[in-house]
């Protein structure tokens, strides 16, 4: 059996993996942090009906609409479908609503006029001037928990995913990939296989810069912000062509409202910036006008992994949100290393369809991918907690779940979902880290990591609220004072 090694553990890699899992080709996951440590883990929650897109970038758009129908049937244990409304406002320009309206239709996105009073009844708090509603077939996707099931599957079927392990480098023999350099804990090794997929998002052009040909990937920061209350129960967005501040999403007990989309050099998420989170705030209250009232929870971001066809570009908005795909030795590096780069969350199942299909054409592997039809199992239902004491009362997380997991703080975090709701651990993360050796480095950290996405976001109220957290943690629960 022909053994594939993927780079990246993020919705890129791990659909890779399942597809070729299902064809019957071995697979090795490689992950430098945790599973969802990158841009899978920091992004709106959308299951994209193809809508936004439809006006600028029809092919990915009719890749949303494809991809949102097939996702319900394969991996409903992630998807909420809630649906969505775009809405727009008396001031905006009436010719891009019909040119929407048009371009859903060539696209095959389902869309359906609604009433304004009924749109009103289902999303209190709405503008007065709000000119048109249209629904959509939007729905929320459980990013974290899909990417946990999609493990679980991967496993299930024989493959290995190997968290904080870095790929360093090919191995090649007479111009063919014969293995993976990795290193993990500070020691080197080599995985053999017969070829490896770079789906490392916006480290890509890092990690295959050196395999052959150019890989030009422009990473995009987008800040989003998180509200502390869910507020309504449909994902809303602004009819008018993709911008800023567009797109609320209800996830779980939290809306997540953005983003911003702003290039960078690094590959890397810097901390929210507070000038973002201002605009973020000023745009949103055109369609929701006490939004600036709304408690905000903190304010994160991801970076976009955009893939830039030649030079003609002025900002990351341009470039397209459907993905491509390198087959290296067409530029003179080695047979069967691949890339892909770009695409959405909502686009991974397609993307791991067209890469399989490259790779198990390069192979020799002619059974066809089924993963458009295999169905992702949904995470078994958590263990009752029994008589186990609660040690998150935001989350309902039991002390026995916090013993359950073995791994990092993040790990843990994501797992079990502690310190993820309205207090952000101000009162939790010391009964939880408390049960865990070396826990105080894990609190400083963890400290660290909130604060960063609550600061942006700190004046009035949210101010006040921070100062209340502080209060807590250093004069009632005795932390150490860090100035
Ligand atoms: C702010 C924002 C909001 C978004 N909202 C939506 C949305 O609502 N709906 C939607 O459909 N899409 C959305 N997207 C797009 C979507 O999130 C991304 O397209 C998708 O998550 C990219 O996944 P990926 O697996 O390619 O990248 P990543 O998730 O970044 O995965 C790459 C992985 O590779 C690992 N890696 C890197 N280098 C190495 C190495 N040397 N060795 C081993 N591992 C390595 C990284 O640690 C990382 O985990 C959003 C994006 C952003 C930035």
């Known amino acids: 059996m022909s053994t594939v090694a993927v780079i990246g553990g993020g919705a890129t890699g791990l659909g890779v993996a399942w597809d070729l899992l299902l064809r019957g080709v071995g697979v090795v996951v490689i992950e430098k942090d945790e599973i969802a440590g990158g841009t899978s883990g920091r ?25 949102n129908a097939i996702l319900r049937t394969i991996a409903p244990g992630a998807i909420a ?28 996105i389902a869309v359906k006029p ?5 749109v009103r009844a289902e999303i209190p708090g709405l503008a007065s001037d709000l000119a048109a509603a249209y629904r959509v077939q939007d729905a929320v996707l459980e990013g974290f928990r899909l990417l946990e099931m999609l ?18 480098g090919l191995v090649t023999e007479a111009g063919e990939v014969r293995g993976l350099t990795v290193e993990s804990g500070g020691e080197r090794r ?75 050099e690094s590959p890397e998420p810097p901390a929210p910036l507070r000038e973002e989170v201002v605009e973020l705030i000023r745009i949103g209250q055109e369609i929701f006008p006490a939004l600036a009232r709304w408690r905000v929870i903190r304010a994160f971001n991801g970076v976009r992994p955009l893939y830039q066809r030649g030079e ?24 069967g290393a691949f890339s892909v780069i770009g695409g959405k969350w909502t686009t991974f199942r397609l993307i791991g369809e067209k890469v399989g299909d490259l790779v198990a054409g390069y192979l020799g592997v002619d059974r066809p991918s089924a993963s458009r039809v295999v169905r992702i199992d949904p995470l078994p239902p958590k263990p009752s907690g029994g008589s186990s004491p609660i040690a998150c009362e935001c989350e309902g997380v039991t002390s026995a779940e916090v013993e359950g997991v073995d791994g990092s703080v993040t790990e843990l975090r994501l797992r079990s979902w502690f310190a993820m709701g309205p207090c952000q651990g ?30 942006p976001a700190a004046w009035g109220d949210n101010a006040r609220m921070l100062s209340l957290q502080r209060s807590v943690r250093f004069q009632s629960l005795g932390e150490p004072w860090d100035g």
């Open 43 to 67: 992004f709106h929650g959308l299951l994209h009906s193809g809508a936004r897109y439809a006006v600028t970038d029809p092919v990915a758009a009719r890749g949303c609409a494809e991809e």
């Open 81 to 108: 479908g809630v649906g969505g409304v775009f809405l727009g406002k008396e001031s905006d320009s009436p010719e891009f609503g019909e040119r929407w309206l048009a371009a859903c239709e060539s696209a095959g």
């Open 114 to 118: 609604a009433q304004l009073a009924a």
């Open 151 to 168: 493990v679980r599957a991967i496993q299930r079927l024989g493959g290995e995913v190997f968290e904080r392990t870095r790929a360093c």
């Open 190 to 264: 080599a995985i053999g296989c017969d070829a490896v997929v770079n789906a490392a998002g916006p480290w890509a052009g890092e990690v295959g810069g050196s395999w052959g040909g150019e890989l030009t990937v422009r990473p995009s920061r987008g800040t989003l912000v998180i509200f502390a209350n869910r507020h309504f129960s449909r994902v809303v967005n602004r009819l008018a062509p993709p911008g800023n501040g567009d797109i609320f999403v209800p996830h779980g007990r939290v809306l997540i409202f953005g983003t911003t989309d702003t290039g960078q």
């Open 312 to 335: 003609m570009w002025r900002s990351s908005r341009e470039l397209s949100r459907d993905f491509v795909v390198f087959e290296h030795s067409t530029a003179g590096g080695p047979k």
């Open 426 to 455: 101000t009162f939790c993360a010391h009964r939880v880290l408390g049960m865990r050796d070396g826990a105080e480095g894990e609190l400083t950290g963890l400290r660290a990591e909130r604060e960063k996405g609550i600061l």
